[in-house]
């Protein structure tokens, strides 16, 4: 059975910083990307961040490019999200996923991917 299990979410003052983790289980991802999208109350899930898992391309949406960070362990099968110079409107929670090997939806497209993770809140605090 597969899991993704986010983790490190919390409460920050704007202009802080957090580190979200997501540890898979019950296979390897080597040949998927893997990716964080957040949905804000009232708000779609929107695409955060993505990362090849065997080269290592990542991708941003436009609103964390420049503050946000995503990384990979392949050893530990562990996505991380590297979250800077955080603003009130980060606030949401954040989703971890992995989409299939036959995917073919854009990387920052949420219909692309199918595993999903439980969420971790996220708020910051002006």
């Known amino acids: 059975q597969v899991q993704l299990v986010e983790s490190g979410g919390g409460l920050v003052q704007a202009g802080g910083s957090l580190r979200l983790s997501c540890a898979a289980s019950?296979?390897?991802?080597?040949?998927?990307?893997m990716g964080w999208f957040r949905q804000a109350p009232g708000k779609e899930r929107e695409f955060v961040a993505a990362?090849?898992?065997?080269?290592?391309?990542?991708y941003y949406a436009d609103s964390v490019k420049g503050r946000f960070t995503i990384s990979r362990d392949n050893a530990k099968n562990t996505v991380y999200l590297l979250m800077n110079s955080l603003k009130p409107e980060d606030t949401a929670v954040y989703y971890c996923t992995a989409d299939s090997i036959t995917s073919r939806d854009p990387i920052t497209i949420a219909t692309r991917y199918v595993y999903w993770g439980q969420g971790t809140q996220v708020t910051v605090s002006s």
């Open positions: 990362i090849s898992w065997i080269l290592g391309n990542t």
């Open positions: 019950g296979r390897t991802f080597s040949k998927n990307t």
